[in-house]
């Protein structure tokens, strides 16, 4: 079993609608969690950022967090073209500074 | 403008050859990550620092890939030699780490390896 899990995709749906994107890890003492943005032929780019349980909103994208369930997702909101691209789940552990990275959801929004 | 470089973007070379990566962190960051992404694999961590010190290397070929912080505003990732399953994007990310700070990472725009 892989240490952070997401599903490949490609996830597609229509402009305007609402894209959800999920991950789920192992490590039940994980402490930090992250959502990258990945554009083909581009670097993890930082959009989001989760500490505890519940939402966080940032403009159109809210991440939701339950521990309980090992469960971490990213919402889009009012998808564009533009946010088509791979969405890379990161988590932190109990302990150091890495991340464990998942391999990632591709979204694809049509207009 | 706070931005991770690195140096070359592309680099194409010959089995054998050396390879030198260079990674200038953001100003003021203590830690720095070295990461190689691929199609199959995706993104591993391959080596990471914190105020210059090596903390992890477990993901790196000890054999052929070494990683060096000879000060704070330059990391490097050597291959020596090179081989073609080394062709990959390598990325290495800077951040502040240590308690009570984020662990956010901010990823350089890449170095695109092709070993031939």
């Known amino acids: 079993q892989k240490e952070v899990e997401q599903n490949s995709g490609p996830l597609s749906v229509p402009e305007g609608a609402i894209a959800s994107l999920n991950c789920t890890y192992s490590d039940r003492g994980s402490q930090s969690f992250f959502w990258y943005r990945q554009y083909s032929g581009k670097s993890p780019e930082l959009i989001m950022s989760i500490y505890s349980n519940g939402d966080k909103e940032d403009g159109r994208f809210t991440a939701q967090l339950n521990k309980a369930s090992q469960y971490v997702s990213l919402l889009i909101r009012d998808s564009q073209p533009s946010d088509s691209a791979t969405y890379l789940c990161a988590v932190k552990g109990n302990a150091g500074n890495m991340l464990t990275f998942g391999g990632g959801t591709r979204l694809m929004v049509k207009p | 403008d706070a931005r991770v470089t690195q140096t070359p973007r592309h680099k194409v070379t010959e089995m054998g050859q050396e390879v030198t990566m260079r990674c200038q962190p953001i100003l003021g960051h203590n830690t720095v990550f070295w990461y190689r992404q691929t199609m199959m694999q995706g993104l591993e961590l391959l080596a990471y620092?914190?105020?210059?010190?090596?903390?992890?290397d477990s993901g790196m070929p000890k054999d052929r890939f070494s990683a060096e912080m000879p000060d704070a505003t330059l990391a490097t990732l050597k291959i020596q030699p090179s081989e073609p399953r080394d062709s990959a994007v390598y990325f290495c990310?800077?951040?502040?780490?240590?308690?009570?700070?984020?662990?956010?990472?901010?990823f350089g725009p890449g170095t695109r390896l092709t070993v031939t």
């Open positions: 990310a800077s951040g502040l780490g240590g308690r009570g700070f984020p662990y956010e990472q901010y």
């Open positions: 620092f914190r105020n210059r010190a090596p903390l992890d």
